[in-house]
Antibody, heavy 122, light 109 residues
Framework: QVQLVESGGGVVQPGGSLRLSCAAS????????IQWVRQAPGKGLEWVAV????????HFADSVRGRFTLSRDNSKNTLYLQMDSLRPEDTAVYYC???????????????WGQGTLVTVSS | DIVLTQSPDTLSLSPGERATLSCRAS???????LAWYQQKPGQAPRLLIY???SRATGIPDRFSGSGSGTDFTLTISRLEPEDFAVYYC??????????FGQGTKMEIK
């Protein structure tokens, strides 16, 4: 079955960097866009970024644009979210989520990972 | 960006009752580009409804969605104990960015 496993979260000081990974299995990874959604403690869902199936198109929320970058390695079925210049307000559980339709980006998500917690604090 | 406003923020009901959750968009999201998710504590969200009214795989038929334009509704016909959770709507008609509502918490009365 479809499985998405995030890793790389942890505690980092303001201004620091982290790289999150999202390892996928159970579907043809190279044909689906992948999104990142985050959830601050006790808060709602906030969309962060999306990358197309082939990595050619990437979009970011205004709150992270210029600080976060996305890449994917379709040979390893893995997606990477590089987070630089981290701020306390970036503290959240970060989920990767699979697009619902092949070769499409920006629709609804039919599978989610379990999330990885990023804490930005001094 | 399209803003989604869910109401109420909290809904207190008893098992067996009918639940009606609302999601209103700041502008039209098209005829069907709205989804609903359920999230339980410590878990990732789970897709319930997509394209306004289509149930995701494995979702019981007590869950139904309706609406168009700017006003959408999630209805749970008879609440089961496992339905008490937080529910989010998401629009994807004008994406990116996709946007989520702030959530409705369904609690046991």
């Amino acid at each position: 079955q479809v499985q998405l496993v995030e890793s790389g979260g942890g505690v980092v000081q303001p201004g620091g960097s982290l790289r999150l990974s999202c390892a996928a299995s159970g579907f043809t990874f190279s044909t689906y866009g992948i999104q990142w959604v985050r959830q601050a403690p006790g808060k709602g869902l906030e969309w962060v970024a999306v990358i197309s199936y082939d990595g050619s198109a990437k979009h970011f929320a205004d709150s992270v644009r210029g600080r976060f970058t996305l890449s994917r390695d379709n040979s390893k079925n893995t997606l990477y979210l590089q987070m630089d210049s981290l701020r306390p307000e970036d503290t959240a559980v970060y989920y990767c989520a699979k697009e619902s339709v092949v070769y499409h980006s920006g629709w609804y998500f039919d599978s989610w990972g379990q999330g990885t917690l990023v804490t930005v604090s001094s | 960006d399209i803003v989604l406003t869910q109401s109420p923020d909290t809904l207190s009901l008893s098992p067996g009752e009918r639940a009606t959750l609302s999601c209103r968009a700041s502008q039209s999201v098209g005829s069907r580009y709205l989804a609903w998710y359920q999230q339980k504590p410590g878990q990732a969200p789970r897709l319930l409804i997509y394209h306004t009214s289509s149930r995701a795989t494995g979702i019981p038929d007590r869950f139904s969605g309706s609406g168009s334009g700017t006003d959408f509704t999630l209805t749970i016909s008879r609440l089961e104990p496992e339905d008490f959770a937080v529910y989010y709507c998401q629009q994807y008609g004008y994406s990116p960015p996709t946007t989520f509502g702030q959530g409705t918490k369904m609690e046991i009365k």
